[in-house]
């Protein structure tokens, strides 16, 4: 296991098997008698070293291509705030302008309750 944050880091396991699903290529890694765990094939030495991360020798926590990812998803998170924001703000001006002004006036019904 090559993946510097997972808990099994530096451990080597047996390789039981591939799976395949939607995110790509997982191995099946013997833990221990009982147990098996699927990682993705780039969090073991199956997978040659990203070649920025071997010049870089770990000192950068992320690649260039990561921060550009990052930095897009950020970006759609602050635009759907602003958009929540501008609905928000939209629908409060719509309720006051449409909402009427109540008196503390007596309706019909309740006068004639009350005089009975």
Not at 17 to 24: Q, S
Not at 28 to 50: F, G, N
Not at 51 to 69: M, N, S, T, Y
Not at 80 to 103: F, G, L, Y
Request: hydrophobic share 35%; glycine share 6%; net charge positive.
């Amino acid at each position: 296991m090559t993946h510097p944050f997972h808990p099994l880091s530096g451990r080597q396991l047996v390789c039981m098997g591939e799976r395949y699903n939607r995110y790509g290529t997982r191995l099946l890694l013997r833990v221990d008698e009982e147990h098996i765990c699927s990682v993705p094939r780039q969090w073991t030495d199956v997978v040659a070293p990203d070649p920025e991360v071997v010049i870089g020798e770990g000192r950068a926590l992320l690649r260039a291509a990561d921060l550009l990812e990052l930095a897009g998803l950020v970006s759609d998170l602050v635009e759907q705030e602003r958009r929540a924001q501008a609905c928000k703000v939209n629908n409060a001006a719509h309720v006051k302008a449409n909402v009427p002004r109540t008196r503390k006036r007596r309706t019909e019904h309740a006068r004639k309750r009350d005089n009975i």
